[in-house]
Each structure stands twice: as structure tokens, then as C-alpha cells.
């Protein structure tokens, strides 16, 4: 008698090959949740007037400053994760691992974007957002470098994203010292990456032969 292999003890380690189409639609999911969850934090107490009012819009304003960051920062994950999948048709177990691996950081944005709002001049508020998307972007490099080919590496297309999870890893060691410069620091990932997009695309063109 054949002994059954397929219980729940081998279960998980069998290879996984699942069409993109389920990935992505998957990722599309739980994307849409996330910046859901995002806005339903930005609230507003009832009854107010006078400096009350006041004081509380200002506090809005802050949840709203916090929720266009993430909500970007989502939206930019979203939109490189659909192109990182462009080259393949089929998912195998390592990029879907990874890919759940990321997921489960983007479900977490909402709760490091309150913890943001409610303490970012302590160190617990841009250190816990800084590890969570920078541990998001690295994993969706490593998602990038699995699906597409080896001549394409290092194109514009994958600059960005070590670039992203450098600036806000070190932004952990940054809060250490100053919460509001750690903040600060994220912008930086703005300019680098684009210059390294342009340091790409240029070395590319350089590389190509003439026509």
C-alpha cells in the first residue's frame, strides 16, 4: 500500500504554481483594505466649537499628513509590484512566499501609520514605520531580482527599492537619536532614487550598441 504524502505534515512544502492572475489579484486585495484602514483612523470628535474646534482640526490635519504618506507609500508598492510581475505567467513557491511575506507587512501599514500619528516625537512612532516599510521594500526587491532576468537587473525599475529600504532602515537609528529627523530623513529617499534611476538608465543606453 502506497503511504498517502499529501496529509497536512507535507502540506506546506510542497511547490507551489499558481498563475499570476491569483497573485495579483490577491495583492489588489488586501492593498484595498489597507489604505481603507488607513482612513477609517482619520476621525473627528463630535460637539466641538470655539478652541476645542480648533484644536482638534489641527489633530486631523496630522492624521491626514500621516495618511497621504502611507497612502503613497502604499500606492507606489502597489504599482511596483505589479510591474516586478510583468515577466512572469506563473508563481513558484520562493516568489510566492516572498509575496506573502510582503502582504503581511502592507496589512500592518495602518497600525505603525496610527502609532506614527499618536507618537511621532518619540522614538517608537518613525522607528516601527521606518522598519516596517523598509522590510516591505526590501522584500519586494527580492521579489523584483526572482522575476526578471538577469540582463535586466539594476534597470530603473529596481533601483528604488534598496534605495527606499536603506534610507528607512537607518531612519530605525536615526529615531534613536531624534524622532523628527528620522521623519526627516525619508525624504531623502525621494531624490536618491530618482538619481539612481537616472544613473541606470544611463548606463544602460551606454552599454547598448550603436544602431
Avoid at 486585495?29 to 482619520?42: E, G, N, P, Q, R
Avoid at 482638534?56 to 509590484?81: E, K, P
Avoid at 533601483?159 to 534613536?176: C, D, E, M
Wanted: aromatic share 10%; glycine share 6%.
Amino acid at each position: 500500500m502506497r503511504r498517502d504524502t499529501t496529509g497536512p505534515s507535507t502540506y506546506w512544502l510542497e511547490d507551489v504554481d499558481l498563475p499570476k492572475q491569483r497573485v495579483l489579484a490577491l495583492a489588489d486585495a488586501v492593498i484595498a483594505i489597507a489604505m481603507t484602514l488607513l482612513v477609517l483612523d482619520i476621525e473627528l470628535e463630535g460637539g466641538l466649537s470655539g478652541r476645542a474646534l480648533s484644536d482638534a482640526l489641527d489633530d486631523v490635519w496630522r492624521q491626514m499628513g500621516t495618511f497621504l504618506l502611507s497612502a503613497v507609500v502604499i500606492a507606489s508598492f502597489w504599482r511596483v509590484h505589479h510591474a516586478s510581475l510583468k515577466g512572469v505567467e506563473r508563481i513558484g513557491s520562493p516568489l510566492f512566499w516572498l509575496n506573502v511575506l510582503f502582504l503581511v507587512l502592507i496589512s500592518l501599514v495602518p497600525f505603525p501609520t496610527r502609532v506614527l500619528q499618536d507618537y511621532g516625537d518619540q522614538f517608537l512612532g518613525p522607528a516601527l514605520y521606518g522598519a516596517v516599510i523598509g522590510a516591505a521594500s526590501m522584500l519586494l526587491y527580492l521579489m523584483e531580482l526572482l522575476s526578471t532576468p538577469r540582463r535586466e537587473r539594476g534597470s530603473w525599475r529596481t533601483v528604488p527599492l534598496p534605495t527606499v529600504a536603506v534610507v528607512f532602515l537607518v531612519s530605525v537609528g536615526i529615531a534613536a537619536l531624534s524622532p523628527v529627523a528620522a521623519m526627516y530623513s525619508w525624504i531623502a529617499a525621494v531624490p536618491l532614487s530618482a538619481l539612481g534611476q537616472w544613473y541606470a538608465v544611463r548606463s544602460r543606453r551606454a552599454a547598448s550598441p550603436p544602431a
